[in-house]
């Protein structure tokens, strides 16, 4: 019983198993964020592109290009 638990105590895949699973949570709460920021300014994410290709065809447009 004890070279079992020795063998299970010494397994590291259950660990990694584990840090992948956190790593996943915390991108969907970053993505999640990010959303939902982009959200409050009232325009999307449509908005934000919108926006700044306004930007860079302003920008392209006043220096000739």
């Not at 105590?9 to 949570?25: F, M, P």
């Not at 915390?26 to 939902?36: E, F, L």
């Amino acid at each position: 019983m004890r070279q079992i638990i020795r063998k299970l105590w010494a397994d590291e895949r259950g660990v990694t198993a584990l840090e992948y699973a956190i790593l996943a949570a915390v991108v969907v709460v970053a993505v999640t964020a990010a959303g939902a920021v982009l959200e409050n300014n009232g325009t999307g994410l449509p908005g934000l592109f919108t926006s700044l290709m306004t930007k860079i065809t302003t920008a392209l447009n006043n220096t000739g290009g």
